[in-house]
């Protein structure tokens, strides 16, 4: 019989029946046999007023439902509609509670049926979609959506959706449905009827061989066919301007010659084929990544060598492979290989998989994350994490799928040929281009058996993140979620999870079981005990009387106010030894008993002496913690009381290893180009060679300054009518700052960024605009306080044309606004680092014993860089006009403020009061 499906959509006046809120349009389509057989719509009136908010957010207001029916008066038609289907809406439990409510009220049999929610469907069916929201969803499949938050627009959009589903679901293999199917009983609504439907479908005839898929042991992946491109090169670098000219406009017959992109890819070539090192300083809008792919292809296949390009950011790093790789390969006369290449745990490992479907102990988040899974696999090249869009949870399931370099040669073996990460290494193997990020290139750099060649040829753009990135990576982390997490895995002898597992190992070899008692007890002692030390944390960290926005604090081992954290800490360290010294001699035991482990068993095992791989460090990391710091290194925690315990994260890393840094990571190397709009500081890359210890090196140095005119794009505003920000308190600045965010807001008519240097300040303005309802007709969006991702926060930022945005730190660079979207930038302070802030604190110190001035050496010049970053989001192409408000009067009336103006290009700066700097931007953008 063919399964009827009706798709519902509800207007209403809340989001609560029970409180009294009434459905104010309803919308259904009918669908029989994958094809829209009716549609049914009205508006209906709530029997009360319909609020500003609703109004704004659907269209309907009180005037649109004044002359419409009752819900009793259309709860007969609306029942019928629902008789005999099964129930599919967007967010399915909202809708049909809803209904229920109305139908029950009016006196009708609530509904039965099965339901189906496409939310949870498009999770499994498009696991690599952005956002599961219906807009997000109908935007990216091209399905016609004209009215959002109108039900009759979002009901047969909805319908749209479910029939493309449907259709995708019915291309899949009959072993993936049956996969799906077996997981589908742990989801929320009815999505084992529609698999159920279409095996049946299936299975009535013949399957058809896909060519787009291969079968590898019961699991259907994309196939990919190996590139066999020509090896012969012989093309020569084009050391003539006009050749290169000629190429750009082969691929873009509107390119204008910039002089500086030019020589830019002479230098790197050169510096290249001269085996020497190169600082560039490229402006914004000198095209600085084709002024280093394009040589840098060049001499990867004259030389057949690979070239690195490494970043700081995923954003550039995704700029490059899906922007201007493309452009690349239409400009150059050869072809080429680039690819990503990225540390071993952000690909999934399909032994690890393959072992976890067939477990049964699923969860929803699981088996959600299963179910994408095995969807992404018949679709994914790369087995790339970041491709996929897990839920939290999903994530926390993906720790236990991703690869690694402990799993058993015995275990990975029957899957090495369709291993991820090795089909990454052999990719990159035969690569001209790699590109990957700081932090795994410097990872790779110091281990065992390196995937990058020891005397390379290296990019690294975004270098002036490069100091940031190696201390992170020579440093150490200790948090509370990545324990318990770790802990959770391991269980207690009476849950299912490893240590259970491990005591059936012990048992199946006839061993006692007494020693998996006191590993039990001791994991119960430390689990305890771990959360009082987190507590004990807090509980300090709360006497600060710091807000809860996140801050920093000063962490050194043997402080009188440390000195309990640091007893619980001893005991911890104790237990975890004893642990490991029992868990040890078990699997020692364990092995000796010379029995063949089957392949389960064999993962147990592995599992286990994994675990303690990682107890180990944690032990180490605790003991240096709170008893043997390192007097090279500085600790601090940092620490959002918002979050309670789990907001506390201890962290370590090197004061000042600039020449250590060098020595580590770079030294071999044949090449290497450091690139980045802002590396100098006062005209000279001296901070720069300081901060990356290369001040006695002979490197070459080039400054490429952008070739926007922004005498006639920007203007700097400086209001003279706000006091100096050190003779007034953080409360009252805050104020004064709101009142001229709000008059520039206003003026600008939204598109506007705020930029802070401490999120207590963000946080403290935000709330004050946000009571104090000047700006309700704008959308704010405020980093950390709003929620969501910087990246969708700056996605969601641009899609609204009454939008403010709110960042800290990291929105201080890597964000590419172009147009109209950023027409007005605010720098509430001046970039310098708090003088508490515990890194650039030690940092300091060490300078004032060595005899420099801190300010001159350290404070400045990194405020500076900054600055000069922040000032670069404002114009990002040659058609972007913007004004800048900076409310810190110092880079006025400071004896350094001189060289913060200095240190961009030449504009117009004005110092007005608050009312002329509203008429001032208004008129500008």
């Known amino acids: 019989m063919t399964q009827k499906y009706i798709v519902i959509d509800l207007e209403t006046t809340g989001n609560s029946p029970k409180k009294g809120d009434r459905i104010i349009q309803f919308a259904g389509v009918v669908i029989e046999n994958d094809e829209i057989v009716e549609e049914y719509s009205t508006y209906i009136h709530p029997g009360q007023e319909i609020s500003v908010f609703i109004e704004e957010l659907t269209g309907i207001s009180d005037e649109t439902v004044k002359d419409a029916p009752i819900f009793e008066e259309v709860a007969e038609r609306i029942a019928g509609l629902l008789e005999g289907a099964c129930f599919v809406a967007h967010n399915v439990l909202f809708d049909l509670s809803f209904l229920q409510e109305e139908l029950i009220r009016c006196g009708y049999e609530p509904f039965y049926g099965s339901t189906l929610d496409t939310v949870e469907l498009a999770k499994i069916m498009k696991p690599t979609a952005e956002g599961y929201k219906l807009q997000q969803l109908t935007k990216a499949s091209a399905l016609p959506h004209h009215r959002p938050h109108q039900a009759d627009s979002d009901a047969y959009a909805t319908a749209l959706l479910l029939l493309e589903l449907k259709k995708k679901m019915f291309n899949l293999p009959v072993m993936t449905l049956k996969q799906l199917y077996r997981l589908s009983f742990s989801l929320q609504s009815e999505i084992s009827e529609l698999l159920s439907e279409c095996i049946a479908k299936k299975l009535s005839k013949a ?71 190169a600082m560039i300083e490229a402006g914004t809008g000198i095209g600085k990544s084709l002024g280093y792919l394009f040589p840098a292809a060049y001499f990867a296949k004259k030389h057949q060598t690979p070239a690195i390009i490494s970043t700081y950011t995923l954003q550039l790093q995704d700029q490059l492979l899906n922007k201007e790789i493309p452009k690349l390969k239409e400009i150059l006369p050869f072809p080429f290989q680039a690819v990503l290449l990225k540390g071993r745990n952000n690909y999934l490992s399909m032994a690890k998989f393959e072992r976890a479907l067939r477990g049964k102990e699923d969860n929803y988040e699981t088996a959600m994350a299963k179910m994408q899974i095995l969807i992404w696999l018949t679709e994914t090249e790369t087995g790339d994490r970041d491709e996929l869009n897990l839920s939290s949870g999903g994530q926390l399931f993906w720790e236990r799928l991703q690869s690694d370099g402990l799993t058993y040669e015995g275990l990975k073996k029957p899957w090495m040929v369709m291993d991820f990460f090795e089909k990454a290494k052999r990719t990159a193997a035969n690569a001209d281009l790699i590109i990957t990020n700081h932090a795994f290139l410097m990872a790779d750099f110091v281990n065992q058996d390196p995937l ?43 849950q299912k999870l490893l240590l259970y597992r491990f005591g059936k190992l012990l048992r199946g070899a006839g061993l006692s079981s007494v020693l998996l008692e006191k590993l039990d007890s001791r994991l119960n002692d430390f689990s305890y005990e771990f959360d009082q030390l987190f507590f004990t944390l807090g509980s300090q960290l709360e006497q600060s009387g710091r807000t809860a926005a996140p801050a920093r604090f000063s962490f050194k081992a043997g402080e009188a106010r440390w000195k309990t954290a640091g007893l619980i800490a001893e005991r911890l360290i104790a237990l975890l030894a004893g642990f490991l010294n029992d868990a040890g001699a078990v699997l020692g035991q364990l092995k000796e008993a010379n029995q063949e482990f089957g392949k389960n068993a064999l ?39 918002s979050s309670s315990i789990q907001g506390i994260s201890l962290m370590e890393q090197p004061i000042a290893g600039s020449k250590e840094i060098w020595e580590a990571f770079f030294a071999p190397q044949h090449s290497i180009i450091m690139t980045s709009a802002t590396l100098r500081v006062k005209q000279s890359f001296e901070y720069f060679k300081r901060e990356m210890g290369i001040e006695d090196h002979s490197v070459k140095s080039a400054c490429f300054p952008s070739p926007f005119t922004y005498s006639d794009q920007a203007k700097i505003l400086v209001p003279s009518d706000i006091p100096d920000i050190q003779s007034v308190s953080m409360e009252e600045y805050s104020e004064l700052a709101a009142n001229h965010i709000i008059a520039a807001v206003q003026a600008a008519k939204g598109r506007t960024m705020i930029l802070f240097t401490s999120y207590e300040m963000l946080k403290n303005t935000y709330s004050i605009i946000k009571e104090s309802g000047a700006l309700d007709e704008y959308t704010l969006f405020a980093h950390g306080v709003s929620g969501g991702s910087k990246h969708r926060m700056l996605r969601n930022f641009q899609l609204f044309d009454k939008a403010v945005l709110f960042g800290t730190t990291s929105l201080w660079e890597g964000v590419d606004i172009p147009g109209e979207d950023l027409s007005c930038l605010i720098m509430a302070r001046l970039p310098f680092s708090p003088p508490d802030e515990p890194v650039h604190a030690a940092k300091r110190e060490l300078l004032e014993e060595q005899g420099k001035n801190a300010f001159s050496a350290l404070s400045l ?40 103006r200095n240190s961009i290009p030449k504009v117009e700066w004005r110092q007005l009061s608050i009312a002329e700097m509203s008429n001032e931007i208004e008129q500008w953008v």
């Not at 079968?215 to 093309?235: D, S, V």
């Not at 791989?613 to 959002?640: Q, T, V």
């Not at 900054?866 to 058609?879: D, K, V």
Request: proline share 3%; glycine share 6%.
């Open 207 to 277: 399957e058809q061989h896909q060519e787009n898929l291969v079968t590898y042991r019961g699991i259907a992946f994309k196939k990919t066919e190996p590139k066999n491109e020509e090896l012969r090169f012989q093309n020569e670098y084009p050391n003539d301007d006009s050749e290169k000219i000629r190429m750009m406009q082969k691929a873009f017959p509107k390119f204008e010659a910039r002089s500086g992109q030019l020589q830019m890819m002479d230098l790197v070539y050169e510096s290249f084929t001269e085996g020497r090192h």
């Open 861 to 900: 010049p990194e405020a500076i860089l900054r600055f000069r970053q922040g000032f670069g989001r404002l114009i990002r192409t040659s058609e972007d006009r913007g004004v800048m408000v900076i409310l810190d009067r110092r880079v006025m009336s400071a004896r350094y403020g001189a060289e913060f």
């Open 452 to 494: 990058f060649p020891k005397h390379g040829y290296i990019v690294l753009d975004e270098a002036h993140n490069l100091a940031k990135a190696a201390s992170k990576q020579l440093g150490r982390r200790l948090d509370y979620i990545t324990v318990k997490t770790l802990m959770n895995r391991l269980g207690h002898s009476e």
């Open 603 to 641: 993962f147990d095992l592995n599992d286990m002496e994994i675990t303690l791989f990682e107890l180990e460090r944690l032990k180490d990391s605790m003991s240096e913690f709170f008893l043997r710091p390192k007097k090279d290194n500085i600790y601090w925690i940092d620490y959002a009381s």
